[in-house]
C-alpha cells in the first residue's frame, strides 16, 4: 500500500516458526489426606482425633498405610470424659471417591468446585477397651468449599452407639505451570496459591521427560523441589504422568513428597495428584502443545493491512494471529537488507490498531513481520 508522503510503502512477510514457544496451562494440587478437627458427640462425653502419627495428633486421615483394605486409615484418640482417660487405636475408612458428577475424570470428593451432600461410606476400628467395631460415615461438603463435615456412627459398646461429628478440609492448590517443550523434555515453573487461603502457596520448577515410545500420551516428573510460604523446601519424587485420550487436554500423576534425610519414610500430607490442564495447540491436531513436538508447531498467517493518516499520525490496522508477535519495521533503501524494528505489537485481537508518528525526512519503506 502507497501513501502520499514521500513514498511510504507496506509490505506483509511471515517469519517461518522453530518452535513452540512459553505456554501456560492450568495446574491443580489436590492432597489425598484429609485434615480432620477435634471431633465430639452431642452429650460431650467423648472426643475423637484422627492422626497419621502414632502417639500424636495431626488430624490426617491418610491413605490406607495400616493395608485395612479401606481406602484410607489413622491412629484414634479417644477421648472419655466418663471415665477420665484417653484411649488409643485405629480405623480404616472408605472415602467416597466414587463420585464424578462433572464426569471430568477425577473423584468430585476432592475437588473444591464439586460439593457432596449425604454421602455414606463404611469404615472398621479398633478401640482400647471397647475392641473392634464397624463404623458408618455421612459426608457433606458444600461445592466451592474445602470445608466440609463427618459424622462417624461407631458403636463402642452394645448399648452405646456414638455419633461423632468432625470438621475436615481437603487441601488443593491451583495456580498456572509456565512450560516450555522440546522433542525430549517439558521445563517449567509453578507458582499455586491454596483454595480457601490464598496466603498458602508453594511454587518451583519442574522438568518432566518425555516417554521414548510414547512421548505425546506419557511423561516422567523428575525429581525436585518447591518452596512453601515460609520459605522452607518440599523435596518430591519422580512420578509417571499419563494423559488420557478421554480427556486429552488433561495431564495427572501423583507428587510424592519425601524427606531426604528419611528416603522411604512416612511423609505426613505427603501424597498428592498434580492435574495440568493445557489448552494450547498450537497446530490444532489435538494434542496439546504440552507434549508436542515443538517441531508441530505452525507459522502465525500473514497479517492483513490497513494504513490510514489520522491527523499528524498513522493508524495500522492489523489481521492476524492471537498470541503471536507483529514487527513493525522500516528501511530508507529497498536494496538494503538492514530493516530496523520501530515497534512490535502482540496480537491480542483479530483486530489491531497500531498507531504512530508521521515519518519525517526522505522517502521510506516499511513492513510487518509476523512470528
Known sequence: MKICYGLLVIVASLFPSISIAAKTANATLSCSSLQFQRGSESGGNYFLNFSSVNGGVNGELALDFFNSGYTHSAY??????????????????????????????FSDFFQVSQGITNVASSGAFSLQVYGNGTATAVWNRSAGSSFGTLNLTMPLMAFDT???????QILEYRGPLNYTP???????TVNLAQTDNPTA????????????TDRFNELTLQPGAW???TQQAVFYLDDIYSRDVRWPTNYYGYLEY?????????YTYGVWLLSIDDLNDSNHNGIPDFSDDPSGAVSPRAPQLQLVQNGTSLRLTLHGDVGFINDIQTVSDLGSTNWQTAVSVTITNDLQIVSFPIPAGPASFWRVQAR
Open 76 to 105: 484414634l484418640s479417644l477421648e472419655d470424659d466418663l471415665f477420665g482417660e484417653t484411649l488409643s487405636g485405629q480405623m480404616g475408612l472408605n472415602v467416597p471417591t466414587d463420585v464424578d458428577a462433572n464426569k471430568d475424570g
Open 162 to 168: 456414638v455419633t461423632f461429628s468432625l470438621g475436615f
Open 182 to 188: 522440546t522433542t525430549t523434555n517439558v521445563t517449567g
Open 201 to 212: 502457596t508453594i511454587n518451583g520448577s519442574v522438568l518432566f521427560i518425555k516417554s521414548a
Open 227 to 229: 518452596t512453601n510460604e
Open 258 to 266: 519425601t524427606d531426604p534425610n528419611n528416603p522411604g519414610g512416612f
